[in-house]
Every structure is written in structure tokens, then in C-alpha cells.
């Protein structure tokens, strides 16, 4: 299917929405039901928590909730750009919109804002003026709590560190200085090796990150910053057999992450509380949508290390919890 005709069976699921889904009727009365729309994307662990936080928050507080994923998954005809997804919002009529930060068509974002839809954003904040809420990880605090967690474990010494940001994604490129300047302060003679190939373009096998290890023998360690990367970097580390020479910290969970750490490749993992992020995030919106003042408009979800020296707790409350 061509990506523009993927309008047409959504538009009608919207008009759908608009007949049917905005009100509900009580002692013969129609009662009008918030709704919410949510555009994440929904490729990796840490957003499918952050989407059941914010369903389960709906469901629980009665708002009406529907997610437009903008993952842009291959073959997946039902997952849409960012802008798509915001202008799809904005012509349901909704009164909420909870969205990844990284906004890239503002004057979309604008025309929500004018039409008094509600904005809580997550993961990465933006510009205040656009939104009425932030709720996600404060970034670059998170970037110096995975330095910490390297010191905690083995020490710090002036041996090089590689590190990679990815300017598109603000969240990533908090961390990225939240790590930086935590190795200055450390060791501020320390070499930090800034990769300039994205890892991230090819994920099956990456010569970029092989020839940075073999051009520094005495490698110290590796940061991951997001998920989909460290996978790869723990790949590579494991096919070059220096998975226990170069300590690898990344950041968020997923079944294959776990994996690593249970085998020692993943040294540290800095966990993120998505679902709480995502249920956080609808608990404001139900306060905005009521006309409730906000105490503030910076909500932060702390986060913690995870290494083998917490894992079996962690794994017994986690299988708890599923019971």
C-alpha cells in the first residue's frame, strides 16, 4: 500500500471517533468523554511500558484513549510520521495530546495549542510555550548516574571512553552531556572518543564501532544510549571476545538487554520508568482537562542502575508482579 493512500482507512476511523466516541450517555443525558490522543512510537520496550501506563491511566480516570504509532515500521502500513500523527489528532477533535517531544513540525503543534487542546509531552521536553506538561527522565542527570554507576563498579582512570550522541533525539543528546561532563569532573585529562559514523544506520554489523575498538587497545568502556545500539555494541563486543575487557553501560530494559547483563556483557543498565512516565503523563492531562492548576510544569520520573548486584531482586520482583 503507498503511504499516502494510508489516510483514507484512517480518516474514516476518525470520523468514527468523532460520532461515536466523544460523548456517553447518563440518565438519558449525553455526558461528553475526554479523549486523548497519544503519538509514541512503540519499537522498543521502553515506549510499549510507556503505552500500557497510559492506557491503564485512561481506562482507570474514564478518558477515552487511542494511540497513533510513529514507529514507521516496515510493511507496517499503520504507523505514521510525526507530523502525520499530530495532524490526524488535531482533526479528531481531541481535548489531550500526549506526545513524544521530539516535535519537528511546530506549527502543527501551534494550531493544537490554539485550539486549546491540551499538551503533555514525554521522553523529551521542548519548547515551554508548547506544551502545558513534561513528564519523563531528567536526561542529564540520568548521563551522570551511568557515570556513577561505572565509578560505583570498577573505578574511573584516565584510560579513553567512547560516547555517541544523537542530536535528533533530544533525550539522547541530554544524556550525552550529562555523561560528559560527569567524566570531566572525574578525570578531566581522560580521552573521549566521539565516534562521528552513527552506529545506529547499520545495526547488523558495524564496522565504525569495531575500528574504534581496535584503534584504542586500552579502551575503558562504552556508553549506550539508546536500546537499539547497545544491542549492537554488545554484539560486537562479544564477536571481538572483549566483552570482559570493555565495560559496557547502557540505558533502558528490553528481554535482549537483559540477556547481556545476565551474561555479564552489559556491564550496567540505567532503567528508565516508562510505564510510570506514560501514567504520570495522563494523571495531568485528567488534572489540565478539569481546569486544575498544575503545581509544576516539569515532572521528572527518577530512574536506577541496574547490574548483577541487584539483578536476581529485580527479576524476583518483576516475576511478582506478572503473577
Same mark, same amino acid.
Given at each position: 500500500?503507498?503511504?499516502?493512500?494510508?489516510?483514507?482507512?484512517?480518516?474514516?476511523?476518525?470520523?468514527?471517533?468523532?460520532?461515536?466516541?466523544?460523548?456517553?450517555?447518563?440518565?438519558?443525558?449525553?455526558?461528553?468523554?475526554?479523549?486523548?490522543?497519544?503519538?509514541?512510537?512503540?519499537?522498543?520496550?521502553?515506549?510499549?511500558?510507556?503505552?500500557?501506563?497510559?492506557?491503564?491511566?485512561?481506562?482507570?480516570?474514564?478518558?477515552?484513549?487511542?494511540?497513533?504509532?510513529?514507529?514507521?515500521?516496515?510493511?507496517?502500513?499503520?504507523?505514521?510520521?510525526?507530523?502525520?500523527?499530530?495532524?490526524?489528532?488535531?482533526?479528531?477533535?481531541?481535548?489531550? *495530546?500526549? $506526545?513524544?517531544? #521530539? =516535535?519537528?513540525?511546530?506549527?502543527?503543534?501551534? !494550531?493544537?495549542?490554539? &485550539?486549546?487542546? /491540551?499538551? +503533555?509531552?514525554?521522553?523529551?521536553?521542548?519548547?515551554?510555550?508548547?506544551?502545558?506538561?513534561?513528564?519523563?527522565?531528567?536526561?542529564?542527570?540520568?548521563?551522570?548516574?551511568?557515570?556513577?554507576?561505572?565509578?560505583?563498579?570498577?573505578?574511573?582512570?584516565?584510560?579513553?571512553?567512547?560516547?555517541?550522541?544523537?542530536?535528533?533525539?533530544?533525550?539522547?543528546?541530554?544524556?550525552?552531556?550529562?555523561?560528559?561532563?560527569?567524566?570531566?569532573?572525574?578525570?578531566?585529562?581522560?580521552?573521549?572518543?566521539?565516534?562521528?559514523?552513527?552506529?545506529?544506520?547499520?545495526?547488523?554489523?558495524?564496522?565504525?564501532?569495531?575500528?574504534? *575498538?581496535? $584503534?584504542?587497545? #586500552? =579502551?575503558?568502556?562504552?556508553?549506550?544510549?539508546? !536500546?537499539?545500539?547497545? &544491542?549492537?555494541? /554488545?554484539? +560486537?563486543?562479544?564477536?571481538?571476545?572483549?566483552?570482559?575487557?570493555?565495560?559496557?553501560?547502557?540505558?533502558?530494559?528490553?528481554?535482549?538487554?537483559?540477556?547481556?547483563?545476565?551474561?555479564?556483557?552489559?556491564?550496567?543498565?540505567?532503567?528508565?520508568?516508562?510505564?510510570?512516565?506514560?501514567?504520570?503523563?495522563?494523571?495531568?492531562?485528567?488534572?489540565?482537562?478539569?481546569?486544575?492548576?498544575?503545581?509544576?510544569?516539569?515532572?521528572?520520573?527518577?530512574?536506577?542502575?541496574?547490574?548483577?548486584?541487584?539483578?536476581?531482586?529485580?527479576?524476583?520482583?518483576?516475576?511478582?508482579?506478572?503473577?
Amino acid at each position: 500500500m503507498k503511504r499516502g493512500k494510508r489516510w483514507v482507512p484512517f480518516i474514516m476511523i476518525c470520523i468514527g471517533f468523532l460520532v461515536c466516541g466523544c460523548s456517553e450517555s447518563v440518565h438519558g443525558e449525553a455526558v461528553h468523554v475526554p479523549r486523548v490522543a497519544g503519538i509514541i512510537s512503540t519499537k522498543s520496550n521502553y515506549w510499549q511500558e510507556m503505552l500500557r501506563g497510559m492506557e491503564e491511566g485512561c481506562e482507570e480516570l474514564g478518558l477515552s484513549f487511542f494511540a497513533l504509532d510513529i514507529s514507521l515500521q516496515d510493511k507496517d502500513v499503520m504507523t505514521w510520521s510525526a507530523d502525520e500523527a499530530w495532524k490526524i489528532a488535531v482533526m479528531s477533535d481531541v481535548d489531550a *495530546i500526549i $506526545a513524544d517531544g #521530539n =516535535l519537528h513540525d511546530l506549527e502543527i503543534v501551534q !494550531e493544537a495549542r490554539d &485550539k486549546g487542546i /491540551a499538551i +503533555v509531552l514525554v521522553d523529551s521536553d521542548s519548547q515551554a510555550d508548547l506544551r502545558d506538561a513534561y513528564v519523563g527522565t531528567d536526561n542529564v542527570q540520568a548521563g551522570r548516574l551511568a557515570v556513577q554507576a561505572l565509578n560505583d563498579l570498577y573505578g574511573i582512570n584516565g584510560e579513553p571512553i567512547v560516547v555517541q550522541s544523537n542530536a535528533d533525539v533530544k533525550a539522547v543528546s541530554d544524556r550525552f552531556t550529562g555523561i560528559c561532563e560527569a567524566l570531566q569532573q572525574e578525570c578531566p585529562d581522560m580521552e573521549i572518543e566521539y565516534p562521528q559514523v552513527p552506529w545506529y544506520e547499520d545495526r547488523s554489523f558495524n564496522s565504525s564501532l569495531e575500528e574504534t *575498538i581496535l $584503534a584504542y587497545p #586500552n =579502551l575503558q568502556a562504552i556508553f549506550g544510549l539508546m !536500546e537499539p545500539e547497545a &544491542k549492537v555494541y /554488545a554484539q +560486537v563486543l562479544k564477536r571481538l571476545n572483549m566483552d570482559q575487557e570493555i565495560k559496557l553501560i547502557t540505558f533502558d530494559l528490553s528481554d535482549e538487554i537483559l540477556g547481556f547483563l545476565r551474561e555479564g556483557v552489559i556491564d550496567a543498565v540505567v532503567v528508565q520508568q516508562s510505564y510510570e512516565i506514560g501514567y504520570q503523563s495522563v494523571k495531568i492531562v485528567d488534572m489540565l482537562l478539569k481546569g486544575q492548576k498544575l503545581e509544576r510544569d516539569t515532572v521528572y520520573i527518577d530512574c536506577f542502575v541496574l547490574d548483577q548486584n541487584n539483578l536476581s531482586l529485580f527479576e524476583e520482583k518483576e516475576m511478582l508482579e506478572n503473577e
